[in-house]
């Protein structure tokens, strides 16, 4: 029963999605009086200087199940990740639903 009821959510939860794209719904970076283009080159700025300041730092991660492998991981993805956010709202950004 309780496989039935996750194959539904799953199934709900992928349509929902589906919709989303479909109707041109999607989360973005928005700031009134602001081109697309002005947006990317903001985004790409933003990008550039979190990345200069957390680099990619990769760290082995072993497994502990044997059946699985052990993985390369970037330590500083998150921390670079928050600093373009940060970076983007500095510049008047708001991450939003937008077309």
């Known amino acids: ?24 719904c999607t989360m973005a970076w928005v700031r009134p009086n602001t081109t697309a283009e002005q947006t990317h080159d903001d985004s790409a700025d933003c990008n550039i200087r979190a990345y200069g300041k957390y680099p990619e ?28 956010k940060y970076c983007m709202r500095q510049k008047g950004y708001t991450y939003q639903m937008g077309r």
């Open 1 to 24: 029963m309780l496989r039935g009821c996750r194959r539904i959510q799953v199934r709900s939860l992928v349509l929902v999605s589906v919709a989303m794209v479909m109707s041109g």
């Open 57 to 84: 730092r990769m760290v082995r991660i072993d497994s502990t199940s044997r059946n699985q492998p052990s993985r390369d991981e970037d330590t500083n993805s998150t921390l670079r990740d928050e600093e373009a």
